[in-house]
């Protein structure tokens, strides 16, 4: 804790040199030095103590004040931005001189920051309030307070609103608690899309049918999912819609292969691959329509359409060149198509919610995840061998990835941060998962 | 005094989010754009509206229905109606290849022999190994599940009596990691019904 503070603390010196306005540290050589550290890598950490929520409303039978604390903690520790100060018991509300004494013992064990929460449980709904405080300043400011409501039957939602928000006041930017993952459950014969947090907790079954149901797409407003499915005995591409009671639309029913496929970032088309003039190609589907467009015109084999954030630009697989897959990019009308990889065998670009990596599967020994600019400069290995990592997916922030390895035995889903760092289980069960999809932020 | 170690606690972790992001595109001007502390109360979040459907609560209209796609297929018999038939063989491919081996010829040429003298329907499954990745497997195996038709259709058997699935990596017949066995996984099957 103590180096942990010291750090910060000269971090904030640090960065006292490149806000104009601030007096000079104590010292600038040892800011400059820590600065370099923080740009090299470093993993200095807000330290933020988050005590159970006092109930303010109601009775907590269920223990969602606790849960609430737990869950906002461990949001917070994932974005590896945050270490959490260990805490029991909850500061009451109204009571100012219990706030003072609590934030005067968290400042003295090291945490910059404090969340103090408050919970009414007021039957079907649960209310929750956040105040957010700078441990750092004497008079412990008050740096935000927001108050959210959910569903009694959400609470770890209602967590991950609470732990998104404390993001956003950090960094201007929204965590990404709020989100969920849809991948695969199952193995050989007959596999299941499940949608779960994404932490993978609170699984729940998108498909029951039975069948083969592959590469579930979350579209951009996080209300449908696109996916591949064998349960009407081809492979056909569906709309599922998990939050509504609503059926499935079906989406492309062609004879050949129905499938890999990819909202455009406005929702308005999904490109997906089709074999039914031949061979697989890509095309773009116009939801309101129903029309198909063709972008490729290839003997080979044309698949696995990403695009860019600016919907201007696809990337895809191809074995047009040489006969293994690479990566290429072309526009949306098929033209100026470029090559982005050149040798070995590459699938699976997925473009960065930013705009500034492709991320992909590389096979050599073993499947790897790498990673590479749209120009096709920088590629770079995110993942080490010896099992296989592959079928990426990137958070809406684009600061981190779900995957699959097999590293533990059987297919796992895996989560890092965008440089390879930090890989950390997110599925454990005793089935195979693969194939995630990381949702947008939900509504 | 407090206002800069709270900005500095803000670029600390901007500085942190561009750093492991490794993307420099996030100016350091959005430090200003951060909510300023204010002491005082925030809005609130509009509560969610209550819905019986499973969460999250739909905040929006619904998404507009996509017009009936245009996917009316031709015509797919229904799989299940197909059953193996030991009178046609399998063929087998070289990794993440979809051509005829001369040998495998030779075993469609007697598959093609025996449809020309029983009329029956014909379904021709492209399978893979499990190496290389899902979606682009699925591809593979309709190259050659369709290269399998091709060869036989130039054998004098009618097109229209073969349909064509990919199964991809999905169906394994052998799930040892080792090349026998990825090897008996890369195959074109063959299943028949009658007219």
């Known amino acids: 804790m103590r180096r942990l503070l010291g750090a910060v603390i000269a971090g904030l010196c640090a960065l006292a040199l490149v806000l104009p306005s601030t007096a000079p540290p104590p010292s600038r050589a040892q800011g400059v030095d820590v600065y370099i550290n923080i740009t090299g890598g470093g993993t200095k950490k807000l330290n933020i103590a988050i005590p159970n929520f006092a109930v303010t409303v109601g009775s907590d039978t269920t223990g969602v004040a606790p849960l609430l604390a737990s869950v906002a903690g461990a949001d917070l520790t994932f974005t590896g931005l945050f270490s959490v100060v260990a805490a029991t018991g909850s500061i009451p509300a109204d009571h100012p001189e219990a706030l003072r004494k609590s934030w005067t013992d968290f400042a003295a064990a090291g945490a910059h920051a404090g969340v103090h929460g408050l919970l009414a449980l007021r039957g079907p709904r649960l209310e929750a309030e956040m105040r957010l405080y700078d441990l750092t300043t004497p008079d412990f400011r008050l740096i935000a307070s927001k108050r959210f409501e959910m569903a009694a039957d959400q609470p770890r939602r209602l967590a991950h609103k609470v732990a998104d928000e404390i993001v956003r006041q950090f960094t201007g930017e929204p965590g990404i608690a709020d989100t969920k993952l849809a991948y695969v459950a199952g193995s050989r014969g007959v596999k299941e899309i499940q949608v779960a947090d994404y932490d993978g907790a609170a699984a729940r079954p998108l498909t029951r049918n039975g069948s083969l149901n592959l590469m579930p797409m979350w579209s951009p407003d996080t209300r449908s999912l696109a996916f591949t499915s064998y349960k009407a005995g081809y492979p056909d591409l569906y709309r599922a819609f998990p939050f509504e009671r609503r059926p499935d639309q079906t989406l492309a029913a062609f004879v050949g292969i129905n499938s890999s496929p990819a909202f455009s970032p406005d929702g308005r088309s999904i490109a997906l691959t089709l074999s039914k003039d031949g061979n697989p190609e890509i095309y773009v589907l116009t939801l309101a329509t129903g029309a198909f467009r063709r972008l490729t015109r290839h003997p080979g084999i044309d698949t696995e359409p990403s695009w860019s954030p600016t919907g201007r630009d696809i990337a895809f697989v191809s074995d047009r060149a040489g006969g293994t897959p690479h990566l290429f990019v072309m526009d949306t009308e098929g033209g100026n198509v470029r090559q982005l990889t050149f040798g070995g065998f590459h699938t699976q670009p997925r473009w960065s919610p930013k705009g500034d990596t492709i991320v992909y599967t590389t096979r050599q020994a073993t499947h790897d995840l790498w990673a590479i600019n749209p120009d096709g400069s920088n590629a770079r290995r995110l993942t080490s061998g010896p099992a296989d990592n592959q079928g990426a997916t990137w958070a809406p922030n684009g600061r981190h990835l779900a995957f699959q390895s097999s590293r533990l035995g059987a297919w796992q889903l895996f989560s890092m941060l965008s440089d390879g760092s930090e890989q950390t289980p997110i599925t454990r069960g005793s089935g195979e998962y693969t194939s995630p999809s990381w949702s947008p932020r939900l509504p | ?195």
């Open chain 2, 1 to 195: 005094m407090a206002s800069r170690c709270r900005n500095g606690i803000i670029v600390s972790l901007l500085l942190c989010v561009v750093v492991l992001a490794g993307c420099a595109k996030r100016p350091a001007m959005t430090a200003a754009s951060a909510p300023a502390p204010t002491g005082a109360a925030q809005a609130t979040t509009p509560p969610a509206p209550a819905t019986p459907a499973p969460e999250p609560p739909a905040a929006t209209p619904p998404a507009p229905t996509p017009a009936a796609p245009t996917a009316a297929p031709a015509s797919r018999p229904p799989v299940q109606e197909f059953a193996a038939n030991p009178n046609l063989k399998d063929i087998h491919f070289d990794f993440d290849k979809y051509d005829i081996r001369p040998g495998d010829a030779k075993i469609l040429d007697g598959n093609a022999t025996w449809l020309k003298g029983n009329d029956v329907l014909v379904l021709i499954e492209g399978h893979c190994d499990e190496r290389g990745t899902n979606e682009y497997n699925l591809a593979l195996g309709e190259r050659r599940a369709k290269a399998t038709m091709n060869y036989l259709v130039g054998q004098g058997v009618q097109a229209g009596r073969i349909t064509i699935i990919s199964y991809g990596e999905e169906r394994p017949v052998c799930t040892e990691h080792t090349e026998a066995c990825w090897a008996r996984n890369r195959r074109a099957h063959f299943l028949s019904k009658p007219r």
